[in-house]
């Protein structure tokens, strides 16, 4: 008897956490990788290593919070690409195409997502967009291979990845 219940309780969280995702990409206009969804519904906002934070829609806290973090991510790059255009090829997320974010780190990198089409790409850009790395893989993809070195992005610091990793939920 308990477990029908629990398991009932599952599937109404579930379908409540679909109906938040569904209410979000409707108002902002985009629709999140799968991954992501699954990455932030199973372990919500927060940070690899006390280092890369993973940003959320839901988040309470504006930096963490990648609506809020998108508007002025997209302030400052669309400022830097009007002065430097041939150093800021990416457009901003419009809708259909364009970087999005979902990730920050302590030295003030940025991690988007490139929507172009039907690739999706991850882009790393350092602070101050002095550099870019660009990925075509998922999120998922892209944090797995990196925690377990077989990608490198040499924007990190090399001593972001040990033997040890770990995730903090805010």
Same mark, same amino acid.
């Not at 290593?49 to 990648?66: A, G, M, Q």
């Not at 364009?98 to 850009?125: A, C, H, K, R, S």
């Given at each position: 008897?308990?477990?029908?219940?629990?398991?009932? =309780?599952?599937?109404?969280?579930?379908?409540?956490?679909?109906?938040?995702?569904?209410?979000?990409?409707?108002?902002?206009?985009?629709? #999140?990788?799968?991954?992501?969804? =699954?990455?932030?519904?199973?372990?919500?906002?927060?940070?690899?290593?006390?280092?890369?934070?993973?940003?959320?829609?839901?988040?309470?806290?504006?930096?963490?919070?990648?609506?809020?973090?998108?508007? =002025?991510?997209?302030?400052?790059?669309?400022?830097?690409?009007?002065?430097?255009?041939?150093?800021?090829?990416?457009?901003?997320?419009?809708?259909?195409?364009?970087? #999005?974010?979902?990730?920050?780190?302590?030295?003030?990198?940025?991690?988007?997502?490139? #929507?172009?089409?039907?690739?999706?790409?991850?882009?790393?850009?350092?602070?101050?967009?002095?550099?870019?790395?660009?990925?075509?893989?998922?999120?998922?993809?892209?944090?797995?291979? =990196?925690?377990?070195?077989?990608?490198?992005?040499?924007?990190?610091?090399?001593?972001?990845?040990?033997?040890?990793?770990?995730?903090?939920?805010?």
């Amino acid at each position: 008897m308990d477990y029908n219940i629990n398991r009932l =309780l599952q599937i109404q969280q579930r379908n409540n956490k679909k109906n938040l995702w569904e209410e979000v990409e409707k108002k902002i206009g985009i629709t #999140f990788p799968e991954d992501y969804k =699954l990455f932030i519904d199973s372990y919500g906002e927060g940070g690899i290593n006390e280092f890369l934070w993973i940003l959320s829609p839901f988040s309470e806290n504006e930096n963490l919070n990648s609506i809020e973090q998108f508007k =002025l991510m997209q302030d400052a790059y669309i400022s830097m690409q009007r002065e430097f255009p041939e150093q800021f090829s990416f457009d901003f997320y419009n809708g259909k195409s364009g970087l #999005f974010p979902w990730g920050v780190t302590d030295n003030g990198d940025e991690l988007f997502w490139n #929507f172009n089409g039907d690739t999706l790409e991850i882009v790393v850009y350092e602070s101050r967009y002095v550099s870019n790395m660009s990925y075509i893989m998922s999120m998922e993809e892209f944090l797995y291979k =990196l925690l377990k070195k077989e990608i490198e992005c040499p924007i990190f610091p090399d001593d972001f990845i040990s033997e040890s990793n770990y995730y903090e939920t805010i």
